[in-house]
């Protein structure tokens, strides 16, 4: 079973930076996708961006230009770096883990909230 931490959110003013991390409590030896979704009030859950174990790259077109994932693989660990935050950023942001196999499942981190003032 694999656990999912995250950290780093916070509260910023708009235009401003925050990094987000998240670690994997074991290695992942299967092919996997990590990636970030969020959740603002009221709202769906959405995805905010992917990185599988090889590398390939996704991003909502709501942060293309902003925001950047990145991973270490043998760190078991995953970064999103958000820059020019805005309010509608504003949501609770979670990691995700999907690993393939022979079925593939999901784990999900416990969530860290971000907070964009205008």
């Known amino acids: 079973q694999v656990q999912l931490v995250e950290s780093g959110g916070g509260s910023v003013q708009a235009g401003g930076s925050l990094r987000l991390s998240c670690a994997a409590s074991t290695a992942i030896f299967s092919m996997n996708v990590m990636g970030w979704y969020r959740q603002a009030p009221g709202k769906q859950r959405e995805l905010v961006a992917t990185?599988?174990?090889?590398?390939?790259?996704n991003y909502a077109d709501s942060v293309k230009g902003r925001f950047t994932i990145s991973r270490d693989n043998p760190k078991n660990t995953m970064t999103l770096q958000m820059n020019n935050l805005k309010s509608e950023d504003t949501a609770v942001y979670h990691c995700n883990l999907r690993t393939y196999g022979t079925t593939s499942r999901d784990y999900w981190g416990q969530g860290t909230q971000v907070t964009v003032s205008s």
């Open positions: 990185i599988s174990s090889g590398g390939s790259i």
